[in-house]
C-alpha cells in the first residue's frame, strides 16, 4: 500500500524537520519546503494527499496561497497559525482550508489532525448501515460514494473536503435542529475551542456553493444551531 504523501509548507526549519521527522516515523511520505514558491514547483512535480501550510511565509501570505490552492484543488489543506490568532484560523476556513493547527505544534496534535483529515476521504459506512449512494434534495444531487456534488443544472460543485463532510451531516438528519457542537461531531470531529466559529464559517462556505443566499436550505436557529429546511430522498 501506498504511503500517504504529505507536503508541509514552513518556513521555520527546526519546526519543519520536526514535523517531516513526525510524519515520516508514522508511515507518512513527507516533504518539507520553505515557502509559496517551493510549494508550488513540489505540487506540479508530484501528487500529494495533503498540505500542511504555514499562515505566515516569507515573500507569501500563506491566506493568499490557500485560497488559490483551492481554487484550482479539492486536496485537503491544513493551515497553521499562532496560538490566539483566531481571526487567522477563521479566514483560513473561508479560504478552503479543512483543519488547523496551533503553533507551538505538539507532536500527537499533528499527528491527530492529520490522520482526521485523511479519514474524512476515505471512512466506510458504519456496520450494519445501509450503503446509500446518493441523497437528492431540492434538485440537487449529492453523490456519496464518489463524494460529488450536482447542481439541478447538473453541473459539478467542488466542495472542499470539510465542505462535503457538513453536507453530509445535514442531508443525514434533515429537517431537525442541530446545535453546532453536534454539527462540529458530525462532520469533523473536534475542532478548536467551544467558542471558535468554524461552524459558522463552514456553513457560510456551504451556503454559497449551493446558492443558499435566502437560507431556503439551511436555516439557522438562532441561539442553536442549523436545520437542514427540506426533505432528502436516499437511494
Known amino acids: 500500500m501506498t504511503a500517504n504523501r504529505v507536503l508541509v509548507v514552513e518556513d521555520d526549519p527546526a519546526l519543519r524537520i520536526l514535523m517531516l521527522r513526525t510524519l515520516r516515523e508514522n508511515g507518512y511520505e513527507a516533504t518539507g519546503v520553505g515557502d509559496g514558491v517551493e510549494m508550488g514547483r513540489s505540487l506540479e512535480a508530484g501528487t500529494f494527499d495533503l498540505v500542511v ?70 471512512a466506510p459506512a458504519a456496520a450494519g448501515e445501509p450503503r446509500r449512494d446518493r441523497a437528492r434534495f431540492a434538485g440537487w444531487t449529492l453523490d456519496l460514494r464518489g463524494r460529488a456534488l450536482f ?16 453536507l453530509v451531516g445535514f442531508v443525514d438528519h434533515p429537517q431537525r435542529v442541530i446545535g453546532r457542537e453536534r454539527l462540529l461531531e458530525l462532520s469533523r470531529g473536534r475542532l478548536g475551542e467551544a467558542t471558535d466559529r468554524s461552524i459558522d464559517v463552514l456553513v457560510s462556505r456551504l451556503r454559497r456553493k449551493l446558492g443558499d443566499d435566502e437560507a431556503a ?15 432528502v430522498e436516499r437511494d
Not at 91 to 104: H, Q, T
Not at 153 to 165: F, I, N, T
Open 217 to 231: 436550505l439551511i436555516r439557522t436557529v438562532r441561539g442553536v444551531g442549523y436545520s437542514f429546511a427540506v426533505p
Open 53 to 122: 501550510l504555514d499562515i505566515m511565509l516569507p515573500g507569501g501570505n500563506g491566506l493568499d496561497l490557500c485560497r488559490a490552492l483551492r481554487a484550482r484543488s479539492a486536496i485537503p489543506i491544513i493551515i497553521v497559525s499562532a496560538r490566539g490568532e483566531e481571526m487567522d484560523r477563521v479566514l483560513g476556513l473561508e479560504m478552503g482550508a479543512d483543519d488547523y493547527l496551533s503553533k507551538p505544534i505538539g507532536q500527537k496534535e499533528l499527528l491527530a489532525r492529520v490522520r482526521a483529515v485523511m479519514r474524512r476521504g476515505s
Open 151 to 166: 447542481a439541478p443544472s447538473g453541473a459539478r460543485v467542488e466542495l472542499s473536503g470539510a465542505e462535503h463532510d457538513l
